[in-house]
């Protein structure tokens, strides 16, 4: 089999191949057929010699976009070190100076009280971590999640994602998994629209403090500050400080997922500073090992009343991850990326807003930093009580391949998979986002042609 695969080349040999021996649980591939030879910066460049620009990034993943020297630099001299590339968790000068990176990244009160640790390296690991984290902590058992949240796809991080297509034919989820209500103007559960976050935070505090209310006290409440997976909704600000406010007075440690949203993406170094508020525990992941696989928990101190081996994972101690993302840090903070990704992100939006008022199927812009989303709706429907327009998932994933076909790589997320996501790499230009924008326009024009929207 190994010569076959030598021998094969082009786009349409080894996507044959994929699907003949990959699982059919794969996802991308079916909404982004290439296969891909070659990567730098924002560019992809397929088996067949075509060049996309990268707006997907590995989903957040990839800070620095692909193969940055930066990070080229400091996984060689891993290599020519001859430390060892796996140590569970035994301790290495790279990992303590990965260590020192991250708590210098951190705002100061935070990182003064902090403990890590490393986990397995994928974020949902990490939010198994931080889950036994706070019930050891606490002895509770209950835990409170967002409805639109994203967590992971294991079978205790299924239980606290507000995603129902995964888990419709998984039974015997975690049990003490409950469900708030995420505040998300365009549609908002309580439809009322932009002030939906004060009934939000309302409803939470009365509903920790009901003696009714049906719900122990909680171990934890996990919260996006900005939703990813969930459709790139940014959470007001305000509502995180009326969060932070009600978890604190009941002793609720407030678990921030920041798998995503890290690391610049938001404008900020981490998204939770854009509230000024700080988390009892932080999860990283993506961009956090500078491109190659690693996760952490941050948290404060006072949580740290687990046992030795409550959490163990065979693969915590990635050296050229911890190397990696040492220099990613590094490289975000002394070439300002989160102002940087902060200045284009409010461009992007300007921008986007602008094709709204040309197109018809546009129905919201929203975002934080370089993490933004373009709800696509049906305007040949009713309205709802607040004007907004149905989802219409069709002409999203016309949009995507529309997209594809004219070399941008974009992700389809969201509430009925109908909202475009844009995750490019912190280093994208103005120039870059131009042309991606152009791309965009014209892609969604040639969509509602085809859908008869024009």
Same mark, same amino acid.
């Given at each position: 089999?190994?010569?076959?695969?030598?021998?094969?080349?082009?786009?349409?040999?080894?996507?044959?191949?994929?699907?003949?021996?990959?699982?059919?649980?794969?996802?991308?591939?079916?909404?982004?057929?290439?296969?891909?030879?070659?990567?730098?910066?924002?560019?992809?460049?397929?088996?067949?010699?075509?060049?996309?620009?990268?707006?997907?990034?590995?989903?957040?993943?990839?800070?620095?976009?692909?193969?940055?020297?930066?990070?080229?630099?400091?996984?060689?001299?891993?290599?020519?070190?001859?430390?060892?590339?796996?140590?569970?968790?035994?301790?290495?000068?790279?990992?303590?100076?990965?260590?020192?990176?991250?708590?210098a990244s951190l705002p100061p009160s935070f990182a003064e009280k902090a403990k890590i640790h490393f986990c397995g390296p994928t974020g949902a690991d990490a939010v198994e971590a931080a889950l036994k984290l706070v019930k050891t902590a606490t002895g509770n058992r209950s835990i409170l999640?967002?409805?639109?949240?994203?967590?992971?796809?294991?079978?205790?991080?299924?239980?606290?994602?507000?995603?129902?297509?995964?888990?419709?034919?998984?039974?015997?989820?975690?049990?003490?998994?409950?469900?708030?209500?995420?505040?998300?103007?365009?549609?908002?559960?309580?439809?009322?629209?932009?002030?939906?976050?004060?009934?939000?935070?309302?409803?939470?505090?009365?509903?920790?403090?009901?003696?009714?209310?049906?719900?122990?006290?909680?171990?934890?409440?996990?919260?996006?500050?900005?939703?990813?997976?969930?459709?790139?909704?940014?959470?007001?600000?305000?509502?995180?400080?009326?969060?932070? #406010?009600?978890? %604190? $007075?009941?002793?609720? &440690?407030?678990?921030?997922? *920041?798998?995503? +949203?890290?690391?610049?993406?938001?404008? @900020?170094?981490?998204?939770?500073?854009?509230?000024?508020?700080?988390?009892?525990?932080?999860?990283?992941?993506?961009?956090?090992?500078?491109?190659?696989?690693?996760?952490?928990?941050?948290?404060?101190?006072?949580?740290?009343?687990?046992?030795?081996?409550?959490?163990?994972?065979?693969?915590?101690?990635?050296?050229?991850?911890?190397?990696?993302?040492?220099?990613?840090? #590094?490289?975000? %903070? $002394?070439?300002?990326? &989160?102002?940087?990704?902060? *200045?284009?992100? +409010?461009?992007?939006?300007?921008?986007? @807003?602008?094709?709204?008022?040309?197109?018809?199927?546009?129905?919201?812009?929203?975002?934080?930093?370089?993490?933004?989303?373009?709800?696509?709706?049906?305007?040949?429907?009713?309205?709802?009580?607040?004007?907004?327009?149905?989802?219409y998932s069709e002409l999203a994933k016309k949009i995507q391949q529309e997209c594809f076909n004219r070399g941008v790589i974009l992700e389809v997320g969201g509430r009925f998979g109908t909202v475009i996501r844009l995750l490019p790499p912190l280093i994208i230009s103005k120039e870059q986002i131009d042309e991606v924008l152009q791309r965009f326009q014209e892609a969604i024009i040639?969509?509602?042609?085809?859908?008869?929207?024009?």
């Amino acid at each position: 089999m190994q010569a076959t695969v030598q021998t094969r080349s082009g786009n349409e040999a080894l996507l044959s191949m994929q699907e003949k021996r990959e699982s059919n649980a794969r996802s991308y591939p079916r909404r982004l057929p290439l296969a891909i030879q070659r990567a730098e910066g924002i560019y992809v460049t397929d088996m067949d010699g075509k060049q996309y620009i990268d707006c997907l990034a590995g989903a957040g993943t990839l800070a620095l976009g692909h193969n940055h020297a930066i990070v080229r630099e400091a996984i060689e001299g891993v290599l020519q070190s001859y430390i060892p590339l796996h140590t569970l968790d035994l301790t290495t000068p790279v990992k303590e100076a990965f260590i020192d990176e991250v708590f210098a990244s951190l705002p100061p009160s935070f990182a003064e009280k902090a403990k890590i640790h490393f986990c397995g390296p994928t974020g949902a690991d990490a939010v198994e971590a931080a889950l036994k984290l706070v019930k050891t902590a606490t002895g509770n058992r209950s835990i409170l999640s967002f409805q639109g949240g994203y967590h992971g796809s294991t079978h205790g991080t299924l239980s606290i994602t507000g995603t129902l297509g995964p888990k419709k034919n998984i039974h015997a989820l975690v049990p003490d998994a409950h469900f708030l209500p995420y505040p998300y103007e365009y549609r908002c559960p309580f439809g009322v629209g932009k002030e939906g976050h004060r009934i939000g935070t309302t409803y939470i505090e009365n509903l920790l403090d009901d003696p009714e209310g049906g719900i122990v006290k909680p171990a934890g409440i996990v919260v996006e500050v900005v939703q990813g997976e969930g459709g790139s909704i940014p959470a007001p600000i305000e509502w995180l400080k009326e969060l932070r #406010r009600i978890t %604190k $007075e009941r002793d609720i &440690p407030l678990i921030i997922d *920041e798998v995503q +949203t890290g690391i610049g993406r938001t404008g @900020k170094m981490f998204a939770f500073e854009h509230a000024g508020i700080e988390p009892d525990v932080l999860v990283l992941s993506k961009a956090i090992g500078g491109s190659l696989p690693l996760s952490v928990v941050v948290y404060d101190r006072r949580l740290d009343q687990w046992e030795p081996g409550t959490h163990i994972g065979t693969f915590r101690g990635n050296q050229m991850a911890m190397a990696a993302g040492q220099a990613t840090l #590094r490289f975000v %903070k $002394e070439n300002h990326l &989160p102002e940087h990704a902060n *200045e284009m992100g +409010t461009y992007v939006m300007t921008q986007l @807003k602008g094709i709204q008022k040309q197109v018809s199927s546009i129905g919201e812009v929203r975002g934080r930093g370089l993490m933004i989303g373009v709800e696509i709706i049906n305007p040949t429907k009713q309205p709802n009580q607040l004007g907004s327009y149905p989802a219409y998932s069709e002409l999203a994933k016309k949009i995507q391949q529309e997209c594809f076909n004219r070399g941008v790589i974009l992700e389809v997320g969201g509430r009925f998979g109908t909202v475009i996501r844009l995750l490019p790499p912190l280093i994208i230009s103005k120039e870059q986002i131009d042309e991606v924008l152009q791309r965009f326009q014209e892609a969604i024009i040639s969509a509602e042609s085809q859908l008869g929207l024009r």
